[in-house]
């Protein structure tokens, strides 16, 4: 616990206060003793050294002392050979310095799980000129997030999973009090729905600023998580108050702009801390949080805005997210193995006063420019969209889906009060069904993970990337299928249980096809995973603060029926998009300069 509360912001509060008297690294204690197979590879060049780093180095240590974090120091520079220290001293192989997600990977962190059972020392390499790069002292090193307990992961992927809900739930909790902006501010519907889509607009935007900043290692995740929740909470407080409706939306706008960091980096928080097999099972439980969220909220504040007024969804919005920063505040530590060695070379310069020491992070940045960053993060993805037809499909197959399943909040009030007479809270138990087609998709899915995917895995080896999407080219049928169920037996003849089952049916294959669609991206375009992602979370976004707009008047000119009709029409493009990607994804991959044509 006392190592949680260290690494979390509380705890680094608590040392910058103290000057690094309370909750010390290793590297800081009086008894730390450096490694000996490290003391070798600084006495095997001294003159490369201070004078006085000779004399502060403490006596080597024989005993599997813990420290850092992840497995990331590999050099992509040419580095020297260890040392032959022998078998005890070969460094672990780690994914980043291998193929992330393919083969070498799968076979780097199999030989991580066998190795952090016992205490190997990790001989330290040097660059061409002289660097040493900076590494865990041991296979089982307590800093490595992939070391860490079981309980302490789930404790940090629940955290960042609530973290997660609460910001979508924020945006269609608003739902609710449309009809009290109408008669406040004497404004159209349209106009009222624009605290909605601003919000939706917002957090499409944010990652293209967030995500870039987060894989800094000089930064890492957490400032980013809790500067912008922080600045999420104190948005929050004037949003109920606001007296005039140009305030109340620039509000919204910005609420889901600070909430966002939690759709940009959620995902590779998770990836520090999870093998290439175990990360699936946890991504599904922040893809629940994220896909379930929006739905929930209208049954958050279905009951209460009635009763107490359209300010009060708003208040519940700061009620739920101001615990939630103090938790992230107190308990959520920095899993970024980037940042954590290039603390960790900090401290062992400051300790020996060798200015040798150094991350492979703080490496790559030496020749880093802000253009770069700036290209990576807004340019590469539109690039790659256009000249690779494998990622357009994906940006506008997954824009479309998730523009549909924001319609759902303009559609339901033309269905349900008016064909099956229901209230606004009777609505918000409506959206319910999607709550129950994500647990129906997450059984399909994992028990797809668990029964054929991962035991192949296991046995035979990476398959090809388009082996991912066998569960997509049938689930791929279920958004039509789903779309014309509720197009058509939404009527006052039919029991409302009908149309709502052709939603769950639609959340469950949406929540199936687009697991498979995000595991392939980064499999298949490992080097630009993290810019596709964010520019997929705008391009989606984006789509869906205008069908926010255009679904009522799509619904008033068509009607019900037609205008859902038309939607299913748009979904085939899955159907066609996803069975071509299976069959000729390979030869796409294999013309394309952005993507790896095998694993």
């Not at 205490?119 to 089982?140: C, E, M, Q």
């Not at 991504?283 to 379930?292: K, P, R, T």
Request: charge should be neutral; hydrophobic fraction near 45%.
């Amino acid at each position: 616990m006392a190592q949680l509360i260290r690494d979390a912001p509380v705890g680094q509060v608590i040392r910058f206060i103290t000057r690094n008297k309370f909750l010390q690294y290793p590297e800081e204690r009086a008894d730390f003793q450096l490694p000996r197979q490290w003391l070798d590879v600084l006495s095997s060049d001294p003159e490369k050294g201070s004078s006085e780093g000779t004399s502060a180095i403490p006596p080597a240590s024989s005993s599997a002392s813990t420290t850092t974090d992840e497995e990331k120091a590999v050099s992509r520079h040419e580095v020297e050979d260890p040392a032959p220290y022998g078998a005890s001293a070969t460094r672990t192989r780690s994914r980043p310095e291998t193929a992330p997600h393919g083969q070498a990977g799968l076979e780097a962190d199999e030989i991580h799980e066998i190795e952090k059972t016992r205490s190997i020392p990790i001989a330290p390499r040097k660059t061409k000129d002289g660097a040493i790069l900076v590494d865990w002292y041991f296979s089982d090193d307590a800093e490595n997030p992939q070391n860490w307990s079981d309980a302490k992961r789930a404790l940090i992927t629940i955290v960042i999973c609530v973290y997660t809900f609460v910001v979508y739930t924020s945006s269609a909790i608003y739902t609710t009090s449309v009809e009290g902006v109408i008669h406040e501010f004497g404004v159209d519907l349209t106009e009222a729905s624009l605290g909605l889509a601003l919000f939706v607009l917002g957090y499409g935007i944010g990652p293209l600023l967030f995500s870039p900043l987060s894989e800094i290692p000089r930064i890492g995740r957490n400032p980013i998580y809790i500067v912008t929740m922080f600045l999420f909470v104190v948005v929050s407080i004037p949003v109920p108050l606001a007296d005039n409706f140009a305030g109340l939306m620039v509000l919204r706008f910005l609420q889901g702009l600070f909430g966002s960091p939690c759709l940009a980096s959620g995902a590779a928080s998770l990836g520090d801390m999870y093998s290439l097999l175990n990360l699936p099972y946890a991504l599904i439980a922040w893809v629940s949080a994220a896909y379930c969220g929006p739905a929930l909220g209208p049954l958050l504040s279905g009951y209460s805005v009635p009763a107490m007024g359209w300010r009060w969804s708003l208040w519940e919005i700061l009620w739920a997210a101001a615990p939630v920063f103090v938790v992230m505040f107190a308990l959520l530590p920095e899993t970024s193995t980037p940042n954590i060695l290039l603390r960790r070379a900090e401290r062992l310069r400051r300790l020996t006063g060798d200015a040798r020491f150094m991350s492979q992070s703080e490496i790559d940045q030496r020749n880093l420019k802000t253009s770069a960053v700036v290209v990576d993060a807004l340019i590469k993805p539109l690039e790659i969209t256009i000249k690779d037809p494998a990622i357009l499909f994906v940006q506008v197959y997954t824009a479309i889906v998730y523009a549909i399943y924001y319609s759902f909040f303009e559609v339901f009030p033309l269905v349900y009060p008016v064909y099956y007479n229901m209230t606004v809270g009777q609505i918000g138990l409506v959206f319910l069904c999607i709550l129950v087609s994500c647990l129906i998709g997450v059984a399909m899915y994992m028990s797809y993970l668990a029964f054929y995917m991962n035991p192949r895995i296991r046995k035979l080896g990476m398959p090809v990337q388009e082996t991912r999407l066998v569960p997509a080219l049938l689930g791929a049928f279920g958004p039509t299928i789903g779309l014309f169920i509720f197009a058509w037996t939404a009527s006052p003849a039919i029991h409302w249980i009908a149309p709502t089952i052709g939603i769950t049916v639609y959340g469950a294959s949406v929540f199936v096809v687009t697991q498979c669609i995000f595991v392939y991206v980064p499999l298949s375009y490992p080097q630009y995973a993290a810019s596709l992602f964010a520019g997929n979370d705008f391009f989606r976004s984006a789509l869906a603060f205008a069908s926010i707009l255009f679904a009522r008047p799509l619904y008033s000119d068509l009607g019900v029926a037609r205008g859902t009709s038309l939607l299913g029409g748009l979904s085939t493009i899955g159907i066609i998009g996803i069975w071509l990607l299976y069959f000729y994804g390979a030869r796409l991959r294999s013309k394309s300069r952005f993507a790896v044509s095998s694993d």
